[in-house]
């Protein structure tokens, strides 16, 4: 009797396996060494992410109060309970749950903050890392002196290397020697371990508004809305991954934003975000939404209204962007931290109210699922 035996060329299995979804190759590791030995290789891990990064993107949140987490589709409905699936966060103790945050992502990590603690967390793979305090504690409530309005994540591909990036600044205004305001820059290293400041440079910004924001991550660099001391406006701070140094971009000539201590303030939401493939910059007043897009990146002429809609359709009247889906369609959350979206002409498509919580607190973020581990010691579980 004669078997017929399927030959498939190795390089054939390889383009095969690096279409498929991380949740299909975790358990594909258990096949054969072979194999286990190809998924775990850094080069394979950055093939996948290159390929399946444009349809593998996802949103997690965090439920209260019991914390449920919650994974789904970015492109799949937002009411579509099927489509979503429950990462673990069996390596946090649950009394560590009690205000935990999502800050951001990059690469398919999560930044996760709670008072004294932060960690780095891949739901897809469950490799976690924590990571130890900055020297001035300044986001982490332990070094009063000082207050984090914005930080971010993100990653030097020059180095391969994840920074996490604070800016903070003294919270009772006063001014060193060299008549400086106390602001500064400090960033993690996860390649080197360690948290290291900028220094030797002129720093003239303080919070723009009275809570911290979160930096958005585009065009390698760490982008935020900081008030300038010396120009009185509000400015886009930005900070290159790879360079290690700062950048100023100027808000649009026509939007206007109003600070607390303006006698003609109104209540405004005001933050960074990436729309499509430009850095955008969301307003919201008076139940309007604006958004404007850099149509070219630093470039001060290329900022453009590209959209104006109206939110009464939502009960709590409030909705913060936070990412949008392959076909233009703009997905954020409410005052009580539900799930919205709109499509790109600013009709309300869905909204779910998934879950609830204090206004501003960040418990949703987008993420895109990868294979990717960190430098040095982590920990998986």
């Known amino acids: 009797m004669v078997t017929n035996t399927l030959y498939v060329p190795h390089d054939l299995i390889i383009q095969i396996l690096l279409r498929l979804p991380v949740k299909s190759l975790i ?54 309970d099927s ?46 890392k924590q990571i130890p305090l900055s020297p001035i504690d300044s986001i982490y409530g332990v070094n009063y002196e000082y207050i984090c309005y914005l930080y971010g994540f993100g990653y030097d591909q020059s180095r391969d290397d994840y920074l996490l ?7 009772n205004l006063r001014y060193n020697l060299h008549g400086d305001y106390y602001s500064r820059l400090e960033f993690f290293s996860l390649r080197d371990n360690t948290w290291s400041e900028i220094e030797g440079t002129h720093f003239p910004y303080m919070n723009a508004f009275d809570y911290p924001m979160v930096g958005s991550l585009f065009n390698g660099a760490i982008h935020g809305l900081a008030f300038h ?26 939007l206007e934003i109003y600070l607390p201590d303006d006698p003609e303030y109104e209540p405004l939401e005001c ?25 070219e990146y630093n470039v001060h002429s290329s900022w453009t209204k590209t959209l104006v809609f109206s939110i009464d359709v939502i009960p709590t009247r409030c909705f913060s962007p936070a990412c949008c889906t392959k076909s233009g369609d703009i997905i954020g959350r409410d005052l009580d931290n539900g799930l919205v979206k709109f499509d790109n002409k ?34 998986q579980g």
């Not at 399946?52 to 994974?71: G, K, M, N, Q, Y």
């Not at 990036?165 to 919270?171: A, G, I, L, Y």
């Not at 600013?346 to 699922?369: D, I, N, W």
């Open 346 to 379: 600013g009709q309300l498509l869905e909204h779910s109210s998934y879950f609830k919580g204090e206004h501003r607190e960040s418990r949703v973020a987008m993420y895109t699922e990868s294979l990717f581990s960190l430098p040095g010691n982590s920990e």
């Open 165 to 171: 990036v604070t800016m903070s600044c003294d919270r």
């Open 27 to 80: 358990r594909f590791k258990c096949v054969r060494k072979s194999w286990l030995t190809l998924i775990s290789n850094t080069h394979f891990a950055n093939s996948h992410f290159e390929i399946t990064s444009a349809h593998s993107r996802r949103i997690l949140f965090i439920s209260s109060p019991d914390f449920e987490t919650r994974s789904m589709d970015l492109e799949a409905s937002i009411t579509d």
């Open 229 to 254: 001391l010396d120009l009185s406006m509000i400015v886009i701070v930005a900070f290159d991954l790879t360079e290690r140094n700062f950048l100023e971009i100027y808000l649009p000539d026509d």
């Open 83 to 128: 489509a979503s699936t429950s990462p673990s966060l069996q390596f946090l103790c649950p009394q560590y749950y009690f205000r935990l945050r999502i800050i951001c992502s990059c690469r398919g990590f999560i930044f996760l903050h709670r008072s004294t603690m932060i960690y780095l967390w891949n739901p897809s793979t469950r490799v976690h």
């Open 271 to 295: 933050n960074l975000w990436v729309f499509g493939e430009c850095l955008s910059v969301w307003t919201m007043r008076d139940d309007i939404v604006e958004i404007w897009v850099m149509k």
